[in-house]
């Protein structure tokens, strides 16, 4: 019976950080760059205008698949919760024994009874996050009512890790500035990751034993 719950605890301990890894694995082109689409040669009829060209009243606005486009990363988001809750109640009963017979025997404070309940509770949550920087994209699908699916991702490489930003949604033409920025409060279906390797990630994180004893205590 013992060597069945050794060889069971290895199994779970095993498995712990495999399952963990498994659930935060994204597809390494989940966010990659997408090439623009090769144009067709011009066709041979001496025409001085050709097809493929860019609008007057569009400039260098990005809005083709494989144009690129600046997110400015304006994330902030605060939130607060708090309550309170009180109760109380309380009760007492006296009784007044006459003076005469065999109940005189009794004072009032023999039967005499009292109670109260009382019961207070409180709770506050709190939680803030910021991000801000900028990151240039790449359109990857236009949709037929004009939406742009845009990825992409930039890699840091520090003296003591790497650091990852990666950012997929949806944009419309009409939010890209003259200079191909577009605010991320402005990307729907927004998918953006902050991710980081190495020693400060590593010595920020709990070892996977103490993650696995987390996991299956009950208190």
């Known amino acids: 019976m013992r060597r069945r719950l050794s060889s069971a605890l290895i199994l779970a301990l095993a498995a712990a950080p495999v399952g963990a890894a498994a659930k935060d694995k994204v597809p390494d082109d989940a966010f990659a760059a997408t090439a623009p ?85 409180k709770g506050e949550a709190s939680q803030s996050n910021q991000l801000a920087g900028e990151i240039s994209v790449t359109i990857a699908e236009v949709y037929p009512n004009g939406t742009m699916l845009v990825k992409g991702e930039k890699l840091l490489t520090l003296n003591r890790g790497d650091e990852r930003v990666q950012i997929s949604g949806l944009i419309r033409a009409i939010d890209i500035g003259p200079d191909n920025r577009v605010a991320s409060t402005r990307v729907a279906d927004a998918n953006i990751r902050y991710v980081g390797k190495g020693e400060i990630a590593r010595a920020s994180r709990q070892g996977w034993l103490q993650r696995f004893f987390s996991v299956i205590s009950p208190f």
């Open 37 to 121: 689409a090769p144009q067709a040669p011009p066709p041979a009829n001496g025409a001085i205008f050709q097809g493929g060209y860019v609008a007057l009243t569009s400039g260098g606005r990005a809005g083709r698949v494989g144009d690129i486009v600046t997110i400015q990363l304006v994330e902030r988001t605060i939130a607060s919760k708090s309550n309170a809750a009180g109760t109380q109640r309380g009760g007492s009963l006296g009784l007044t024994p006459p003076s005469t017979g065999p109940l005189s025997l009794f004072s009032p404070s023999d039967i005499g009874m009292g109670g109260s309940n009382e019961f207070k509770g």
